[in-house]
């Protein structure tokens, strides 16, 4: 059996754990095998990574949070994710290069095009085999925020416009990979969008 690697994106509040979980279950009870990963996160030296890049106070430069993100993703790929898909295991991340695009882009320093090449060069140009989209209006992702009582992390506690260009910027990427990516909205419910996101698993599965 062949490894995949598939990775769920949006912005916050989209409900990307919730799918990334409900495929997994359905994935398992097919046979698979299953490995959850997370960016940032996923591995120790990533769980530290994140805890710097998302929580820790004070400014931080924007080429040093985007190298951050990368060496996160670097570590992540290496020794989590290139080892499972090789095995013929089939990994389900949250977030990966895209968000950095979109993330780190949307702060209008950083041209999302060099962070892209950041990332590709972290991963020896890894990407996913799908990557699913749960498109989402900011400021819905805001009121379901709000709703639960999260501490905010830092790019969570950026204005709407900010929001806003991020969702631009995923689209954008969609666009220009329409075959890696499925774009769906995340105000559908959740069983209809399990079961599309299940479809098109479907049919990559051999
Ligand atoms: P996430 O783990 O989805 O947050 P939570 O578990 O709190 O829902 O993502 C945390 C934040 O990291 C999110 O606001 C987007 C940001 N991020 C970037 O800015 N760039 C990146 O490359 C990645 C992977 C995440």
Redesign the pocket.
Known sequence: MSGLFITFEGG?GSG?STQAELLSEWLVARGRTVVRS????GTELGDELREIV?HRRGHIAPRAEALI?AADRAHNIATKVRPAVERGDIVIQ????D??VA??GAGRVLDPDEVRGISLWATEDFLPDLTILLDLDETIGRERLDAGN?RY?R??AEKSDFHARVRAGYLALAEAEPERFLVLPATDPIEGLAAAIRERVSSLLQ
């Open positions: 916050d990307k997370r960016e940032p996160g998302l993100y949250d977030r990966y290069l968000s950095s993330y780190q999260k992390d790019l969570e």
